[in-house]
């Protein structure tokens, strides 16, 4: 059974770093794909980041495109989200995903497996 807790998230001030952690567990597949996604209060949830495993090739989501960098570390089991110069449009509940392909998914349905979250909030 795969298990995703996130962590690394809180209050930080507009223009402020970040750095998401997603540690994983049960993760034996050969190739697959983790991802980012966020949730603000009243919005859909949105695709922030992915990355495909074994090319590890990774790629953005609007919201990350000149600010966020996504790593996977697949000794560690760990997945990334390294964000730069915070927004206050960025806060929202963090989640990392898992999909058991490898393949650019973007949407969130085909993702298989989900953390719980974490809180960012970024005020201005």
């Known amino acids: 059974q795969v298990q995703l807790v996130e962590s690394g998230g809180g209050l930080v001030q507009a223009g402020s770093s970040l750095r998401l952690s997603c540690a994983s567990s049960?993760?034996?597949?050969?190739?697959?794909?983790m991802a980012w996604f966020r949730q603000a209060p009243g919005k859909e949830r949105e695709f922030v980041a992915g990355i495909r495993w074994p090319d590890n090739s990774p790629w953005n989501g609007d919201p990350a495109k000149g600010r966020f960098t996504i790593a996977n570390d697949n000794v560690q089991g760990t997945l990334y989200l390294q964000m730069n110069r915070l927004r206050p449009e960025d806060t929202g509940v963090y989640y990392c995903?898992?999909?058991?392909?490898?393949?650019?998914?973007?949407?969130?349905?085909?993702?298989?497996?989900w953390g719980q979250g974490t809180q960012v909030t970024v005020s201005s």
């Open positions: 049960g993760r034996t597949f050969s190739s697959y794909t």
């Open positions: 995903a898992l999909a058991r392909v490898a393949a650019r998914i973007s949407n969130s349905m085909e993702y298989d497996y």
